[in-house]
């Protein structure tokens, strides 16, 4: 059984893809299958209010890949 990964919040520039980037792709193997999601508030943190904006990103996010059957998530911040 495979387990898939979301991996949220890369710090790279949006893509639009859902391959993470290949630092992350190089310790995945069979049993581990990540695919990024991409947050839909993507700001940099640079302000208490940015900050907040970019956490309320990242819940939104986990939201959407346990709402998609994701097995966990992998936030990077």
Do not use: W
Request: aromatic content about 10%.
């Amino acid at each position: 059984m495979t387990t898939r990964i979301a991996v949220i919040g890369t710090g790279f520039t949006p893509t639009g893809s859902k391959e993470p980037p290949r630092e992350i792709m190089a310790v995945a193997n069979g049993k581990y299958c990540p695919e990024l999601l991409e947050t839909k508030l993507s700001v940099f943190p640079g302000t208490p209010y940015e900050r907040g904006l970019t956490a309320l990103g990242y819940i939104e996010a986990g939201i959407r890949a346990q709402a998609v059957q994701h097995d966990a998530y992998l936030v990077f911040g």
